[in-house]
C-alpha cells in the first residue's frame, strides 16, 4: 500500500506545485484513497465524500501522473457529465491544472465552438470532457472514427453519479461505455464521483455494469457536521403584515416607530418574499426553488422588492430554459468575488460548480430529497467555512373550514424529516434500477442500427440485449418492440432480411435532440433584438406577455415555422409554467414526517414562526388522532387515509383502492402528493374497510399489473409514445409500482384499530 508520502512523490512537478498554490498542507484523505486505488490496482473506483472535499482533484492527480508516465496515443481520459455548466466550471479547474504540461483538455457540448471539436478531431489527445448526448452522437456519427478516437483510452471519469444511476441517461452512458468497449476492444476503468450516494453497493453495481472490472468504495472517515441551518414560516399577504417581530434592539420609542413605519411601507408586499430578499441582501448567494416556474417568480419579486427599496438589482436568474449567455453570466458572477450577487436557480445549479465565496443558501419551499437538500447546502461554505442555508416555507392562512389534511404544512414537516434523517442517520436515498427500459431500448436500437449499418435480427437483439442496461427485457418482449418498430417504419427489413434504420427512424436520427434520452418539448425561441433570452413551451399572440429570465416581455411578432419569438422587455411579473415533473419522495422520509408530528422535539434551526406553526400542527394531529390511526373521519361519508408512505408505494395504494374501489364501497379518490388520501366511504365503517382490505392482501397480495388499465398507455419516458401499449403497462408495473411496502402498510394501518374493531 502507498504511504502518503509516496503518493506525492510519485505526483509530477505540476501536480506538487498546484498543491503548494493553492496552500493545502496535506493530501486529504479521499485524495490518498484515490491514489492508492489507481496506482495500486486495476479497478474501478467510486468515491464518495461531502461537497467540497476535493474529489474531482482526488481522481485527476493518480490520472494525470499516470498520463505522464505513459502518454497515450488518442484521448486518454473521457469526462463525461450530465450539464454543460459542470463541464465548463470543470474545464476552468482541469486547464489551469494542465498549464504547461502538454496534456490538453477538450470541451464537448452543443454550446462549444465546431473549430474546437475540429482540433480534437484532427490531433486527440488527453482529456476529453462531453455530456451523454455528444458522445451518443459521436458513436451514431462517427463510428469509423471512433477505435482512432479512443483506442487507447485508460479511464472514463462519470461526475455526479446520484443523478445518473437508475435513470434512462445514466442508463444511457453504461450502454454507450459497453458500445465504446465493444469498438476500442477493451473496457477502460470508470471512476464515479458523487457526494450524495444512498448506498454506495448499489451505485458500485451500475458504474461496474458490463465492464468487468470490480469497484473499489474507500471508507472514509464520517463528515463532522458544521452547519449554520435556519427554517422560517410565513403566512401568504397576512392581514397582520409584521410576522418577523421588531428589529433586533429595538428597545426605544423612536426605534419602534421606524420599525412600524418600514413595516407600513412595504405593507403591500409579502412578508415571506421580503423575509427571503433581507436573508440574501448583501451577501452573495442562491437562491433555490424546486421548479423553473418557481424560480421565474422569485426572481421578478426579488427584484420588484429592489425596485421598491430603492436598491440596486444584484438578481441573477439560472434554469434549463435560458439561452447560454444568460446561465454562463450567471455562473461568471457567481465566481467573481468582487461582485456581490444573488442567483436565483433549479436543478442546474444545485451539482458541483465551484462558485467560490458564496455566503448563503437559500431554499425556497422544502426540497423532494436528502439528496437534493445536501447538494444544496455543499454549494456554500467553501474555503474552509461551514455550510449556511435558510429555508423559507409560504403558505396560505387557512380558513375556519379548511378540511384537516390541508392544515398540516407538510412542506414545512418534510423539510424538517429530511434534515433529521441525515443527522440522525445519515440516510440519504438509494439508487432505484429500472426493470424494463424501454424508451432506453427504442433509442439505443436506433442509434445501434444507425452505426452498425444492416444486421440480422438475432444479431440486433444480441447486441442491444448484451448492453447491461436494457439486460433485464426479455427477449419475446425485445422482439415484440421490434416488430412494432418495423410496422411504423423506424426499422425497414431488407430483401436479405436484415434490419436498417427506415424512413421514420432517419428522421428522427435527423434532429439534434435524437441524442438525449430525457424527455423535450418544441420549445420556442425567445429573443430580444439580437439577444437570446430562452425558450418556451407555448408561444402567446403578438401582444400578450409572458415571464422569462425574471423579467416580462410582450410580444412582438411570432415565427412559428422557424419557432422564433421577438419580444420587448415591459415592467411587471407572471407567472409562468412548463411541463414536467417534480421528482420523487422517499418512504424513509414520510415516516420520519409522521414522527416529527409524534415527537416533542425542538429543533434549534427553527424560526420564531416555524415553531409556531409546526407546535399548531403537532396538537392538531394529535387531537384528530391521524397520528394513532391512519384512517381518520372527516364528517359525513368523507374519510382521510394518512399513509405515510412514498411516492411509488403511494402511488401504488391509490390504484389499488381505486381498482377495488366496488368491493370496498369507496369512490370520489383524491388525493396531494403523497402525504394523503380522502374518499368517500359508504356504510361509514373506518374499522370493516381497512380489515377486509387487509384481509385481501394476506391472500392475494397485490399484483401491480392488474392495477394497470387495460386501456392505459402510461407515456412518461421520450419514447413511450413509440412503444406497444402492453409494453408499457408492464414497464409501468415494474418500475413505477412497489407492491411488498404497500402491502405491509396496509396491515399495518388493520393493526391500528382496538381488538374488538379488527373482529
Known amino acids: 500500500m502507498y504511504t502518503d508520502e509516496e503518493i506525492f512523490e510519485r505526483f509530477p512537478p505540476f501536480i506538487r506545485e498546484y498543491i503548494y498554490r493553492h496552500s493545502w498542507e496535506s493530501l ?3 485524495q490518498i484513497s484515490a491514489a492508492r486505488s489507481i496506482f495500486g ?143 476500442i476492444g477493451h473496457h477502460p476503468r470508470r471512476i464515479g464521483l458523487s457526494a450524495t450516494v444512498g448506498s454506495p453497493e448499489l451505485a458500485a453495481a451500475w458504474l461496474e455494469a458490463g465492464s468487468g472490472r470490480e469497484t473499489d468504495i474507500p471508507l472514509l472517515p464520517p463528515e463532522k457536521l458544521r452547519w449554520r441551518l435556519g427554517m422560517e414560516h410565513f403566512y401568504i399577504q397576512n392581514a397582520s403584515f409584521d410576522q418577523r417581530g421588531n428589529d433586533a434592539g429595538a428597545a426605544d420609542a423612536a426605534a419602534v416607530t421606524a420599525t412600524a413605519e418600514k413595516n407600513k411601507k412595504y405593507s403591500a408586499l409579502d412578508a415571506g418574499y421580503e423575509y427571503i430578499y433581507d436573508c440574501v441582501k448583501n451577501k452573495k448567494s442562491i437562491v433555490f426553488s424546486n421548479s423553473r416556474e418557481e424560480t421565474e417568480y422569485i426572481t421578478a419579486t426579488l427584484r420588484q422588492i429592489a425596485s421598491k427599496r430603492g436598491d440596486e438589482d444584484i438578481f441573477l436568474i439560472h434554469h434549463g430554459n435560458l439561452s447560454a449567455s444568460i446561465r454562463e453570466e450567471a455562473e461568471a458572477k457567481m465566481k467573481d468575488d468582487g461582485i456581490n450577487a444573488v442567483t436565483c436557480a433549479t436543478v442546474t445549479m444545485e451539482l458541483g460548480i465551484d462558485i467560490g465565496r458564496l455566503e448563503r443558501v437559500l431554499q425556497n419551499g422544502a426540497p423532494t430529497s436528502v439528496s437534493s437538500f445536501l447538494q444544496r447546502l455543499g ?36 423539510a424538517i424529516a429530511i434534515v433529521q434523517l441525515y443527522i440522525e442517520e445519515r440516510f440519504i436515498e438509494p439508487p432505484h434500477s429500472k426493470k424494463l427500459p424501454y424508451s432506453l431500448a427504442f433509442h439505443q436500437t436506433l442509434s445501434v442500427s444507425a452505426s452498425c449499418g444492416e444486421l440480422k435480427p438475432s444479431q440486433l437483439c444480441q447486441r442491444a440485449l448484451s448492453l447491461r442496461a436494457l439486460s433485464s427485457i426479455p427477449k419475446d418482449e425485445y422482439r415484440a418492440l421490434i416488430t412494432s418498430m418495423l410496422e411504423q417504419g423506424f426499422l425497414e427489413m431488407t430483401e436479405e432480411k436484415g434490419i436498417i434504420v427506415g424512413l421514420a427512424g432517419e428522421r428522427l436520427l435527423s434532429s ?54 421577438y419580444v420587448h422587455k415591459v415592467e411587471g411579473k407572471m407567472e409562468v409554467s412548463w411541463p414536467g415533473d417534480y421528482g420523487e419522495i422517499h418512504t424513509r422520509i414520510l415516516k420520519r414526517m409522521r414522527r416529527v408530528l409524534e415527537e416533542d422535539a425542538d429543533y434549534p434551526y427553527l424560526g420564531p414562526n416555524a415553531r409556531e406553526r409546526l407546535e399548531t400542527a403537532r396538537h392538531l394531529a394529535r387531537n384528530t388522532g391521524m397520528l394513532s390511526k391512519s384512517v381518520v373521519h372527516l364528517g359525513g361519508l368523507t374519510y382521510c387515509m394518512f399513509p405515510w408512505l412514498g411516492t411509488r408505494s403511494s402511488r401504488t395504494l ?65 419514447y413511450d409514445g413509440y412503444i406497444p401499449a402492453s409494453l408499457l403497462r408492464k414497464a409501468y408495473a415494474a418500475d413505477k409500482l412497489t407492491a411488498e411496502e404497500t402491502e405491509e402498510r396496509i396491515i399495518e394501518i388493520a393493526g391500528e384499530f382496538e381488538p374488538e374493531e379488527r373482529l
Not at 380522502?678 to 392475494?700: C, H, P, S
Open 28 to 30: 486529504r484523505p479521499v
Open 379 to 414: 454549494r456554500s461554505g467553501r474555503r474552509g467555512q461551514p455550510p449556511e442555508m435558510m429555508e423559507v416555507f409560504r403558505e396560505e392562512n387557512p380558513l375556519p373550514n379548511t378540511p384537516l389534511p390541508q392544515l398540516i404544512p407538510w412542506e414545512l414537516i418534510r
Open 654 to 718: 391509490r390504484k389499488y383502492l381505486s381498482s377495488h374501489s366496488a368491493d370496498y364501497r369507496i369512490s370520489g379518490i383524491e388525493y396531494e402528493g403523497c402525504c394523503f388520501i380522502v374518499f368517500k366511504l359508504e356504510g361509514n365503517n373506518a374499522a370493516e374497510f381497512v380489515n377486509r382490505m387487509a384481509a385481501d392482501i394476506r391472500e392475494n397480495g397485490i399484483d401491480c399489473l392488474s392495477l394497470v388499465s387495460p386501456s392505459e398507455n402510461p407515456v412518461f419516458e421520450k
Open 512 to 565: 439534434f435532440k435524437f441524442y438525449a434520452v430525457f424527455k423535450d418539448s418544441e420549445d420556442f425561441t425567445v429573443r430580444c433584438e439580437s439577444d437570446e433570452i430562452g425558450t418556451i413551451t407555448t408561444p402567446p399572440p403578438v401582444g400578450d406577455r409572458f415571464a422569462l429570465a425574471g423579467r416580462v416581455w410582450e410580444v412582438e411578432e411570432l415565427d412559428i415555422q422557424r419557432k422564433l419569438i
Open 41 to 183: 490496482t486495476d479497478r474501478n473506483l467510486l468515491l464518495t465524500s461531502a461537497t467540497a472535499s476535493g474529489k474531482t482533484e482526488a481522481a485527476l492527480f493518480p490520472i494525470l501522473s499516470l498520463l505522464c508516465e505513459e502518454r497515450t496515443s488518442g484521448i486518454g481520459v473521457l469526462y463525461i457529465a450530465p450539464l454543460k455548466s459542470l463541464i465548463n466550471d470543470q474545464f476552468g479547474r482541469i486547464g489551469e491544472l494542465l498549464d504547461m504540461t502538454g496534456i490538453t483538455v477538450t470541451h464537448w457540448h452543443g454550446d462549444v465552438a465546431q473549430s474546437h471539436k475540429k482540433k480534437l478531431l484532427s490531433s486527440p489527445s488527453g482529456i476529453l470532457q462531453i455530456t451523454p448526448e455528444s458522445l451518443e452522437s459521436m458513436l451514431v456519427n462517427r463510428s469509423n472514427d471512433i477505435v482512432r478516437l479512443f483506442g487507447d483510452l485508460k479511464f472514463v471519469i462519470i461526475d455526479e453519479i446520484h443523478t445518473l444511476t437508475g435513470s434512462d441517461r445514466g442508463n444511457q452512458i453504461i450502454c454507450q461505455l459497453c458500445r465504446l468497449g465493444r469498438l
